[in-house]
């Protein structure tokens, strides 16, 4: 079944009316007439627009993602082209400019109030020094309606690994960890294998405070090494009190097989893995499909396709 449908294939003039009330980028995507038979929550969809950038070796800037939805209009056709019901949003990030994501915070303040309970939201910190005014402003709209976690990437610069963390960069985190937890909130972690965002650091962050702290790994620790890792140590997470929870964007097939296989068998973090598309950075078609295709029972892709969303992040929207 496609999910997508060419403008002109027989839509009727109300979709057609509609359509033309979202940006040019956005036009070419029909809202679904029939969807996969699945209610669907994603826990990873990123909001606003990124300026072009010369990445890597490029000698003009380049965009490598379409724009992420800048308005409600344009989430809420998001949204309807995918099938999702609820989502939770999340700054749009990726160019080497520290205060670039949390211009993006009260735009998922402003679509969290404009979303009719089906969007939350997650506000961009950072543990590091340079960035705490930034971050202490952050963390004064955690009171706002819809916001129901904290986004945090290492990506532009840093370390998950406390042990490397000098006072002032530990005392931040500390702060950061302390709102989350009392607000009862997870921490939504990007992972990815090398560097700062590797697995290991996390590690060490769970062993230190992931009783208290809710720790959302994304990408279900980030490449083979990552994955290997994490799937290693996953009952033993779980059963030693750790509040660790995941989604399987970016995960490669081979992992998020044998994490949904063992789960099925075993019922070990069942209620801890969610799903997540990562638009516009992964694709929503093939993230569904790792689920969906699963061969695993349908009690296990009901609770990861939007029940442990529901219970984590969507229960208490208005």
Known sequence: MCMMHQAGSGVSLSKVESIARVPEE???EIPLTMGFGRKVFSVH??????????????????????????????????MKCRGMEKTLIIPNYGIPVQAQPFSHNELVVRLC??????????????GLPQNRELTENALTLLEEPGIAALKM??????????????????????????AAMEKDIPIHFHTSP????????????????????????????????????????WSELIEGGYRVYLDTSWAI???????????DRTGIGADRIMFGCDEPWSDYESEFWK???????????ERIFWGNAQEQYFSKLA
């Open 253 to 263: 097939g081979f992992a998020v097989r044998k994490l949904l296989q063992e789960v």
């Open 194 to 233: 090398g560097g700062g965002s590797d697995i290991l650091g996390f590690f060490e962050i769970i062993k230190r405070w992931g009783k208290e702290l809710k720790i959302h790994l994304v990408h279900m620790g980030g490449g083979v090494s990552g994955h290997i890792r994490l799937l290693s140590r």
């Open 45 to 78: 969809n990123h909001v606003g627009h990124l300026e072009p950038w010369p990445f890597y070796e490029s000698e003009v800037p380049v965009s490598p993602a379409d724009p992420g939805p800048a308005t409600a209009e344009e989430l809420d056709h998001f």
């Open 26 to 28: 956005y036009a070419h």
């Open 153 to 178: 990437s290492y990506l532009l610069g840093g370390t998950a690994d406390p042990r490397k963390w000098d006072e002032a960069t530990t005392k931040l985190h500390e702060t950061i960890f302390r």
């Open 291 to 301: 689920i969906q295709g699963a061969r695993i029972s349908e009690e296990i892709k």
């Open 113 to 126: 109030r404009q979303g009719g309970g089906k969007v939350a939201g997650a506000l961009w910190v950072s």
